[in-house]
Structures are given as structure tokens and as C-alpha cells.
């Protein structure tokens, strides 16, 4: 056998269908067997008794506001925070200052993260209403974002005849913000002008996300298209998404699953995002429909901002919160209270989002695939601290929070970049590969690691 050799030995290994300790043998940036003898020879042991060794987290939506914002964050920075937090994948969005909606911004992109990012990366198309030959042309791309609501630029599309096109003539797969822009506009103009931060959810109410997922997953059966819900954030939508067919899938956020309209007196602008928090009812059937396997995928949403932007009186504040790097350790104190398995984690947070955007060798524990992997000890007990994040904008909205089971280890291609709290500098990832001709959730996986 040719090629540096690591042994990760005694793990307790989350493979595709069980939790086994078992030990992984990694060639160069694959994975060679998974139940390796523990004399294996090798230039590289992990000794991993007492951790557990799961796929690492593959982050479907992220923002790292570079180019135009880097005051906030970067793709460098952000990579570090993935790192950090188990995250050895992550998919961008288009909405930067220019946005990726053509060729040259989405090439810039793919430079820029083959020089500086410590992960693997990928960087998704934003539509427009008159850019339909643009995502016909990105085939390297994983997928085509819509912000149907809100957005900046010539990011939002709205109307009917340029979604109806950009279903119809378009071949990759398509996620959407979903919040109906006439719904958000009209909620806005009823409450005038003395706002606080609690109308934050009642702009961007339970209806105006129903209205533009309906709208959405309508598109994505008439035109048969793989189409991807973002970030849902009520109760109501999770029937949309159930009943969909095979075409569609979904996702669902830790601020959507963790926070909820109660937490405004507490945090303020802090959890303002978009789509808004809903009800503590909303937040609850959203988990009990995760793991009831009626949505699939869990991503960040990680877009930062400074304190000093997010702390402004609303409705200056902006939107969005950072993520990255605690994400798996909410889950994985989840865990700890009985709340959900490993096994469920390891497909919310790796197997399902790979197997939704195609990524070729991502998501999964299993001979073929690549050595993208996360140790993490589910004793371990640490408190989030705003000092200790690694994301450029400095907070988490879960400081002072103390979460049981915690990411030590991070690889990335068989390499280590992140370990005992500190990066490994020469240290980078590559980009994502897609095979969109065998991807899809709904599709079998065989194949798609090798």
C-alpha cells in the first residue's frame, strides 16, 4: 500500500448504520477500511479511546461576506471557525458585495477559497430575473440560490414568469430563502413606525414563509426539479415539505430549533434573523419533525455581523447570527439529554446535506469516501464564551451557555487542522466535487464517495 498511512485507533465510530468502536485507516485523503487491524502499520495513530469519530460536519448555508464585508467576516476567518467546530465542508451563498451571479464573481469565489480556506468549500449561483444563462453555464457550482424575499441588489426575484424560467431551463439543484415579499411589505406598512424588535416576527410572519414555500415546492413538482427549503422556521410548512415528493427536501436551523419569540426580552436584535423566530410551539414541532425524519438536513445560516451593527436600534439592526462553530456541540449536548443519537446527527449534519447537493466522498464513515472527519469527546463540558470565538464578528447569541460533548479533533483530506483548542496553519481544503447526475437525497448514495 503506497501513499501516507493514518490509523485512528479505539474510536467509537459513527459508520452509515451503527456506532461501533472500530478502527479507520486512512490512505492520503480516503478512507481504506473501516475496521482496520490496531497493529496496522502507519506514518500517523490517533489514539482515540473514550472520543467518538463522526463525518465531518458538512455546513450547507453559510454567509462569509467575502467580497464587499469582510469587516465581518471572510472566507479565511470563517473556515477557521468551521474548523473549530467540526464543520470540514461548507457551502457558500451568493449575496456578497458583488454578488456571485455570473462567472467571474463565482470563479473569484473558488480562488480565493482554493488559497485561503482551511476546509473544503463550495460556492453556490444566486439568481436574478435575467440571469437564467449564467446558471445554465455553472455546472461546477453545487447549486443555485433564490432569495424569494428580501434580499439586496438584483438578488430578490419575485415574480412568477422568472421563477417559472429559472425551474424550467435550469438543471442544478435550487434551495430558496422562502418569505413572501408582498406578505412582509404589507405586515410592515400595517405597524407604522414606532417598532420594536418583538415586530420583528410579526413582519415576517408564520404566513409569509407558508406562502413562499407553497409557491416553491409548487415550482419544483410541476417542473420536476430538485429544490431545497432553507432554514423553515414554522410548524406550518412542515407538511408542505412531508408531502412533497421526491423532489424536494428541506432543512432546519439551531436559532430556529433552540431560540424562539420568547427569547427577544432576553437576547433582542442579538436572534434577529430572517426568517424571523416563531413561537416556542413552532420551535418545538420543528424538532419533533426532525427527528421524526420529516426534514432532513441541519445548517447554520452562520451570517455574522458585529455587535456594533447588531446592537443599533431595530429596524437598523441587521440580520443573521454566527454559528459555525457551535453547532455540532448544541447537537451533541442534545445527545447527552437523550434528546436525539449520534447516528441521527451524523445524517442531519453530513450524510443528508451531502447526499442532497451530490457531494462526491463527503458525509459519511465508509470505504471510498474522503478522510473528512471529527473527533469529539461527549464528556468534555465547556462554556461558550464571546472571547473565545473564532469567527471574526467576536459573539456567539449562546454565550454563558455550558454544553456537554464538544469537537476536539478536526481532519480535513487526512490531515489534522484544528486540535486542542489551536489550528494547524498549512492546512487547506479543496473543492467540493458534485455529481448531480447521481445526487440527490432521495437517490441511493452508492457511488457518490467514489
Not at 114 to 133: K, L, Q, W
Not at 390 to 406: D, E, F, I, V, Y
Amino acid at each position: 500500500m503506497n501513499g501516507r498511512r493514518l490509523l485512528i485507533r479505539d474510536a467509537d465510530v459513527a459508520l452509515p448504520n451503527q456506532v461501533c468502536k472500530t478502527n479507520i485507516l486512512v490512505q492520503d485523503n480516503r478512507i481504506v477500511a473501516v475496521d482496520a487491524a490496531r497493529d496496522q502499520p502507519a506514518d500517523e495513530v490517533i489514539e482515540a479511546r473514550g472520543l467518538t469519530l463522526l463525518p465531518g460536519v458538512v455546513d450547507d448555508q453559510v454567509h462569509f461576506r467575502e467580497p464587499g464585508m469582510t469587516h465581518k467576516e471572510d472566507i479565511e476567518s470563517g473556515s477557521i471557525a468551521c474548523a473549530a467546530g467540526g464543520v470540514t465542508t461548507f457551502l457558500e451563498m451568493p449575496n456578497t458585495k458583488p454578488p456571485a451571479i455570473s462567472a467571474q464573481p463565482l470563479a473569484w469565489k473558488y480562488a480565493r477559497g482554493a488559497s485561503v480556506s482551511r476546509v473544503n468549500f463550495g460556492f453556490y449561483i444566486g439568481a436574478t430575473d435575467s440571469n437564467v444563462d449564467e446558471l445554465q453555464a455553472a455546472k461546477h457550482a453545487p447549486g443555485i440560490k433564490i432569495f424569494i424575499g428580501s434580499s439586496t441588489g438584483d438578488l430578490l426575484v419575485d415574480e412568477q414568469d422568472a421563477l417559472e424560467r429559472i425551474f424550467a431551463e435550469t438543471t442544478l439543484p435550487i434551495c430558496a430563502h422562502c418569505e413572501d415579499e408582498t406578505t412582509v411589505r404589507a405586515n410592515r406598512a400595517a405597524l407604522g413606525e414606532s417598532l420594536t424588535i418583538h415586530d420583528h416576527s410579526r413582519i415576517r410572519d408564520v404566513q409569509a414563509a407558508v406562502i413562499a414555500t407553497t409557491r416553491s415546492v409548487d415550482l419544483a413538482q410541476r417542473h420536476q426539479h430538485r429544490f431545497h427549503v432553507l432554514h423553515l422556521s414554522t410548524a406550518a410548512e412542515i407538511p408542505i415539505v412531508q408531502d412533497a415528493g421526491p423532489y424536494v427536501t428541506a432543512e432546519v436551523c439551531p436559532h430556529h430549533l433552540f431560540f424562539s419569540t420568547d427569547d427577544y426580552e432576553r437576547l433582542g436584535s442579538l436572534v434577529q434573523m430572517n426568517p424571523s423566530l416563531k413561537s416556542s410551539d413552532d420551535a418545538r414541532q420543528l424538532w419533533d419533525a426532525l427527528t421524526a425524519d420529516k426534514i432532513q438536513v441541519i445548517a447554520t445560516d452562520h451570517a455574522p455581523h458585529t455587535l456594533e451593527e447588531k446592537q443599533a436600534d431595530y429596524p437598523k439592526s441587521p440580520s443573521g447570527l454566527p454559528a459555525v462553530e457551535n453547532s455540532l456541540a448544541l447537537l451533541l449536548d442534545r445527545v447527552n439529554q437523550g434528546r436525539c443519537t449520534l447516528s441521527q446527527i451524523a445524517s442531519w449534519m453530513s450524510d443528508a446535506p451531502a447526499r442532497v447537493w451530490g457531494l462526491v466522498g463527503k458525509g459519511r464513515i465508509e470505504v471510498g469516501y474522503d478522510a473528512d472527519l471529527v473527533l469529539v469527546d461527549m464528556q468534555l463540558s465547556k462554556t461558550i464564551h464571546n472571547e473565545r470565538q473564532w469567527a471574526r464578528c467576536g459573539w456567539s447569541p449562546w454565550a454563558g451557555q455550558t454544553l456537554q460533548g464538544w469537537p476536539v479533533q478536526t481532519i480535513v483530506g487526512g490531515k489534522t487542522v484544528f486540535r486542542e483548542e489551536s489550528l494547524v496553519e498549512d492546512v487547506r481544503g479543496t473543492a467540493v466535487v458534485c455529481d448531480h447526475a447521481r445526487g440527490g437525497y432521495w437517490a441511493t448514495p452508492d457511488g457518490i464517495g467514489v
